[in-house]
T-cell receptor, first 114, second 114 residues
Framework: QQQVKQSPQSLIVQKGGISIINCAYENTAFDYFPWYQQFPGKGPALLIAIRPDVSEKKEGRFTISFNKSAKQFSLHIMDSQPGDSATYFCAASMVRAAGNKLTFGGGTRVLVKP | NAGVTQTPKFRVLKTGQSMTLLCAQDMNHEYMYWYRQDPGMGLRLIHYSVGEGTTAKGEVPDGYNVSRLKKQNFLLGLESAAPSQTSVYFC?????????????FGQGTRLTVV
C-alpha cells in the first residue's frame, strides 16, 4: 500500500498556465516533504522541499502548499513553460530516522504545450 | 564533479542470469540507496546503507542483495534475474544530516530481463 499517493498521473497545460499536483500521505511521523523533478533519461533532482512547521514555501515559479491536518501537500507551477515538461515526484521522509529514507509518490508527467 | 555514477547504463539479461550494478559517489556521503522505478509506482526503495560496511532492507528487497565495502561504492546484485525485475534502477546518495537532506541521483540503469 502506497504511503504517499500522488495525483494526477499526467497533465497537459498551456504555456503560461498553472500546473497543480497533489499528494496525500498516511504516516504522521513524516516531517520532510520534498518534490523531485525528472527529465527523460535523467535521474530525479530536488526541486523544492518543505517542513511541516510552515504552510507554504515559494521558490521562483514553484510553490509548495502544505496542510498538516489533512495530511496533504501540493506543488503549484506558475507561468508554466515548455522547459518545465518533466515528471514530478512528491516524497516524504522522517529526518530523525537513520538513513533519511524517501518514500515517493507515483509521479506526475507534466507536458507544457507552447 | 561527477556526483553519482552508475554502471552500466543499459543491460539485457536472460531469466536466471546474474549481474551486479555498480554505483559510485564522489561527494563523501554517508548514506546510499538503491531504488527501482516502474511506471505509475514512482521510485521504490530496494536497499540502503547508512555507512561503510552496513546495509538494510527497503520496501522491495526480495531478489536483490547489496554490499558497501567502501564508503564511495554501493553494489546491487541480482542472483537469478526474473522478468519482474525489468525496471530502471537508480542509485542515490545523501549526507548524514538531521535536518533537510537532498538525495543526489545517478542517471539510472535500464535493465530488461527476457
Amino acid at each position: 500500500q502506497q504511503q504517499v499517493k500522488q495525483s494526477p498521473q499526467s497533465l497537459i497545460v498551456q504555456k503560461g498556465g498553472i500546473s497543480i499536483i497533489n499528494c496525500a500521505y498516511e504516516n504522521t511521523a513524516f516531517d520532510y516533504f520534498p518534490w523531485y523533478q525528472q527529465f527523460p533519461g535523467k535521474g530525479p533532482a530536488l526541486l523544492i522541499a518543505i517542513r511541516p512547521d510552515v504552510s507554504e514555501k515559494k521558490e521562483g515559479r514553484f510553490t509548495i502548499s502544505f496542510n498538516k491536518s489533512a495530511k496533504q501537500f501540493s506543488l503549484h507551477i506558475m507561468d508554466s513553460q515548455p522547459g518545465d515538461s518533466a515528471t514530478y515526484f512528491c516524497a516524504a521522509s522522517m529526518v530523525r530516522a537513520a538513513g533519511n529514507k524517501l518514500t515517493f509518490g507515483g509521479g506526475t508527467r507534466v507536458l507544457v504545450k507552447p | 564533479n561527477a556526483g553519482v555514477t552508475q554502471t552500466p547504463k543499459f543491460r539485457v539479461l536472460k531469466t536466471g542470469q546474474s549481474m551486479t550494478l555498480l554505483c559510485a559517489q564522489d561527494m563523501n556521503h554517508e548514506y546510499m540507496y538503491w531504488y527501482r522505478q516502474d511506471p505509475g509506482m514512482g521510485l521504490r526503495l530496494i536497499h540502503y546503507s547508512v555507512g561503510e560496511g552496513t546495509t538494510a532492507k527497503g520496501e522491495v528487497p526480495d531478489g536483490y542483495n547489496v554490499s558497501r565495502l567502501k564508503k564511495q561504492n554501493f553494489l546491487l546484485g541480482l542472483e537469478s534475474a526474473a522478468p519482474s525485475q525489468t525496471s530502471v534502477y537508480f542509485c542515490a546518495s545523501s549526507p548524514r544530516n538531521r535536518g533537510v537532506t537532498e538525495a543526489f541521483f545517478g542517471q539510472g540503469t535500464r535493465l530488461t530481463v527476457v
